[in-house]
């Protein structure tokens, strides 16, 4: 939580740090849980892991729509120049435009340019 507090949401560097100590706190509770059957610490580790991992997801989503920032855990990043200046940020399970220093979420699919420029002169 510390790395997404402390790098800007435009850098990778937050989620990449922000991933890396999911990791560390799951060895973590690995070692801590040895006395556990091999099977159910497996389990115990996983949904650790991906409950974490939905914390940070959602936590990026929140502060995507109630702060106006870009979304930290991005797959790719694009700018449009030209008449209006576009950029589109692809989540794992959104997509942001950024029109005029406003982020939009929309539904996660692939958009071409026209669709972005459409978009963004609509609104």
Do not use: Q
Not at 10 to 25: D, H, K, R
């Amino acid at each position: 939580m510390s790395a997404i507090m402390i790098f800007p949401s435009e850098s990778s560097w937050g989620s990449i740090y922000s991933v890396f100590g999911v990791v560390i706190f799951t060895v973590g509770i690995s070692k801590l849980t040895r006395g556990i059957k091999y099977y159910k610490r497996l389990l115990l580790v996983l949904m650790i892991f991906i409950g974490t991992l939905s914390v940070l997801f959602f936590t990026d989503y929140i502060n995507v729509t109630r702060n106006n920032v870009a979304p930290m855990f991005r797959e790719s990043s694009t700018y449009i120049g030209g008449d209006m200046e576009v950029l589109y940020y692809d989540a794992p399970f959104y997509d942001v435009i950024k029109c005029d220093d406003k982020f939009y979420v929309v539904k996660n699919k692939n958009y071409s340019h026209e669709d972005l420029f459409t978009y963004c002169t609509n609104k």
